[in-house]
T-cell receptor
Framework: QKEVEQDPGPLSVPEGAIVSLNCTYS??????FMWYRQYSRKGPELLMY????GNKEDGRFTAQVDKSSKYISLFIRDSQPSDSATYLC?????????????FGTGTLLAVQP | DTAVSQTPKYLVTQMGNDKSIKCEQN?????MYWYKQDSKKFLKIMFS???????INETVPNRFSPKSPDKAHLNLHINSLELGDSAVYFC?????????????FGQGTRLTVV
């Protein structure tokens, strides 16, 4: 079993829909939780990061962490065709450079105009 | 201005060859990384360097040898390439005090071994 599980999709939604992307994890020591967006043939770019539990909002994006359930989510409101990409969750036990980022396998999202 | 740049972007080579990938960052970061992304998009860390010192070395065949001549550069040399080495290799960088929470990735080098 992988440390971080993510539904690979693909997930297809109409423009304007609310999108929910999720990851589950097994290591209760994870404290830093990140979402990266990766367009086709590009490198991952950091969308949001959260420390420990709680919510964080940035424009149309909201990240949620529920450490008791070992579950994190990314919500995208008013989805746009430009949001079509692979979304990777990532997590680490602490923020020091000696610590590794553990990635999920990514969810491919397609927003249909 | 590209923050993290890798060369080459594409690399097609025969089995048994030796090849290098170069990475440079102009963000003033002190930590750099190599990640490998397989055909299923799974991204896994290979190495990380902090101030030119190797600090993470995952279970990677010793045919892979990273080198960091200075804080802004991290190269990856691969000897005796195998078919299974075909993947996209990403370089990334960050500040040590923020660790991996704000890592910036390059565009990737798509390596195909034939």
């Amino acid at each position: 079993q992988k440390e971080v599980e993510q539904d690979p999709g693909p997930l297809s939604v109409p423009e304007g829909a609310i999108v929910s992307l999720n990851c589950t994890y097994s290591n209760s020591a994870f404290q830093y939780f990140m979402w990266y967006r990766q367009y086709s043939r590009k490198g991952p770019e950091l969308l949001m990061y959260t420390y420990s539990s709680g919510n964080k909002e940035d424009g149309r994006f909201t990240a949620q962490v529920d450490k008791s359930s070992k579950y994190i989510s990314l919500f995208i409101r008013d989805s746009q065709p430009s949001d079509s990409a692979t979304y990777l969750c990532a997590m680490s036990t602490y923020g020091g450079a000696t610590n590794k980022l553990i990635f999920g396998t990514g969810t491919l999202l397609a927003v249909q105009p | 201005d590209t923050a993290v740049s890798q060369t080459p972007k594409y690399l097609v080579t025969q089995m048994g060859n030796d090849k290098s990938i170069k990475c440079e960052q102009n963000l003033g970061h002190d930590t750099m990384y190599w990640y490998k992304q397989d055909s299923k998009k799974f991204l896994k860390i290979m190495f990380s360097y902090n101030n030119k010192e190797l600090i993470i070395n995952e279970t990677v065949p010793n045919r892979f040898s990273p080198k960091s001549p200075d804080k802004a550069h991290l190269n990856l040399h691969i000897n005796s390439l195998e078919l299974g080495d075909s993947a996209v290799y990403f370089c990334a960088s960050s500040h040590q005090d923020r660790g991996n929470t704000e890592a910036f990735f390059g565009q990737g080098t798509r390596l195909t071994v034939v």
